[in-house]
């Protein structure tokens, strides 16, 4: 029977996600990250040197929004600010040796919530699941 929930499901999971990744964080003794900024970390793991804009892109967030994450994780020495050589007027985001000490950690939990979201599920139940919250997120 149809409930209409979707919305509430999605809300107490995102809650539950953020919970875990803090729990976990704190268990590793990391202190000051926040689950908004894993997305700007994990994104520079796989590209270091990363625009403000690049990575507004890519975590679909609002460019203030990732302008403020960023400035926090300079101030907690995760990542720097470096001009590009070439243009001047373009600035990336670098790691620091600090926030690539972080990456196992940030591994670890990456699978843990893989485990946690997908543990139990058949590919095509997973795949299903993907396309679903796919379809929802494009509607918004």
Do not use: C
């Not at 790691?95 to 591994?107: I, R």
């Amino acid at each position: 029977m149809l409930k209409n929930n979707a919305a509430a499901l999605i809300g107490t999971i995102r809650d539950s996600i953020n919970k875990l990744i803090v729990s976990e964080l704190e268990s590793h003794g990391v202190e000051g990250i926040v689950p908004s900024h894993g997305g700007i970390l994990m994104f520079l793991y796989q590209k270091d040197g990363l625009s403000i804009k690049e990575l507004t892109q890519k975590i679909s967030r609002q460019q203030p929004t990732v302008t403020v994450l960023v400035d926090k994780l300079v101030k907690l020495g995760y990542v720097e600010r470096k001009k590009e050589g070439e243009d001047s007027r373009v600035t990336l985001i670098y790691l620091t040796n600090k926030g690539k000490e972080l990456e196992p950690v940030f591994e670890v939990i990456s699978n843990k919530l893989k485990e946690t979201i997908y543990g139990g599920l058949k590919d095509e139940e997973k795949e299903q699941l993907e396309y679903l919250l796919e379809h929802v997120k494009n509607r918004l």
